[in-house]
């Protein structure tokens, strides 16, 4: 796709969006990073504000689809149901996702080019070869091979591959030279602030399930809907 093409950088948002989503599973981290780095490159190259942020903000869900997703191991925490197969059970619904975020965009552009955009000059960017773009890909590869196959195989729990995952990409910070002092406390800082919102989450999550069965609502429901005869259609 050519790159002045007013569809390509919004599907590449979306595919490294997904890419990026097997990495972390964390939403809240996907949007965060491609608010900063896709939304001001599409807006200085003529795409339109609302199409930018439509675009991070729309894909950014695929962060708690896509394997390994953080919502998905604490539904699976809450439910008592196997991450594995929940993990199994959202490839296929993530993927389609993606491809439907892409053909979402190419509709867009064609129906409605004044809402996407004109994509001007980008010249300014470095041309990139198919070497230097395996290059980049390369760690990303990597990272998703060792957390997802890591899980597949049975070596750790999903809970564990989280933390070989960001080990495994400290590991490649420093050999690529990128991790330095500041870099990582800035790291450890919003991961604390992710980690207090996620935690917020399950606290609230156990206290409401504790309110309902204490309540003894879902079992009223269960029973009235037994009882009520509305047959298979009701």
């Known amino acids: 796709m050519d790159a002045q093409d007013p569809r ?31 939304v001001p490159q599409m ?17 950014s869900v695929l962060g708690m689809l896509l394997p390994p997703s953080l919502l998905l191991i604490i539904f699976g925490f809450v439910t008592d ?21 892409c053909a979402a965009i190419l509709l ?9 955009g004109n994509s001007g000059d980008v010249g300014d960017l470095e041309p990139e070869t198919l070497l230097s773009s395996a290059r980049r890909l390369l760690p990303i590869v990597v990272l998703v ?14 809970t564990q591959a989280g933390a070989i995952g960001a080990f495994a990409t400290m590991i490649i910070t420093v050999i690529r030279r990128k991790l ?3 870099n990582l406390w800035g790291v450890l800082q919003e991961t604390g602030q992710i980690t207090v919102s ?7 999550a156990a206290v409401f399930t504790k309110a309902l069965v204490m309540s003894t609502v879902p079992n009223a429901m269960v029973q009235y809907a037994i009882t009520s005869g509305f047959g298979f259609w009701g």
């Open 8 to 38: 390509g950088l919004g599907i590449a948002t979306v595919v490294a969006n997904a890419i990026f989503a097997a990495v972390t599973g964390i939403s809240i981290a996907s949007s965060a990073i491609f608010s900063r780095v896709a």
């Open 43 to 59: 807006i200085s190259h003529g795409y339109s504000a609302r199409f930018a942020a439509g675009t991070v903000a729309g894909s």
């Open 81 to 101: 149901t196997s991450v594995g197969d929940l993990f199994l059970a959202a490839i296929v619904p993530g993927l389609l996702l993606t491809v439907l975020f």
């Open 108 to 116: 867009l552009a064609w129906l409605r080019p004044d809402f996407v």
């Open 145 to 158: 091979t060792v957390v997802l196959g890591g899980i597949y195989m049975g070596w750790f729990t999903p």
């Open 180 to 182: 330095t002092r500041a």
């Open 198 to 204: 996620v935690l917020s989450l399950i606290i609230g």
